[in-house]
């Protein structure tokens, strides 16, 4: 009697071995779909990687572009505040140009009604 109790214990446990590896067990059919999802997936974090890593490309040579733009802006304002020196002294110098003007036109009328 004692050698049935064992033997149906020891079966019992054999059952249960069994019964926990067959809830573990993956058909092949699904395991097959897991692994064509995951390489899909795969596929699709790699694309994203790619996608980020060039918007970060793009994002760096926009903030070198905007630096570069801040520079020429600088240059412009530096060029127009030049321009208006330059405008100024030409002012001045056309003023001087025709006060000297006005003077040999004068001195030519003296020198003509003197010589008259």
């Known amino acids: 009697m004692l050698y049935l109790e064992l033997w149906k214990r020891g079966a019992e446990r054999r059952l249960q071995r069994l019964s926990d590896a067959a809830t573990k067990w993956v058909p092949a059919e699904l395991h097959r779909v897991a692994l064509d999802s995951l390489a899909e997936l795969r596929k699709r974090h790699h694309a994203l990687v790619a996608d980020v890593g060039a918007t970060r490309a793009a994002a760096a040579a926009d903030r ?38 006005a003077r040999l036109r004068a001195a030519a009328a003296d020198t003509g009604s003197a010589a008259a």
């Open 64 to 101: 070198l572009k905007a630096g570069e733009t801040a520079r020429l802006r600088g240059a412009l304002r530096d060029a127009e505040a030049q321009i208006d020196s330059l405008k100024g002294q030409l002012t001045a110098s056309d003023a001087r140009a025709d006060e000297v003007t």
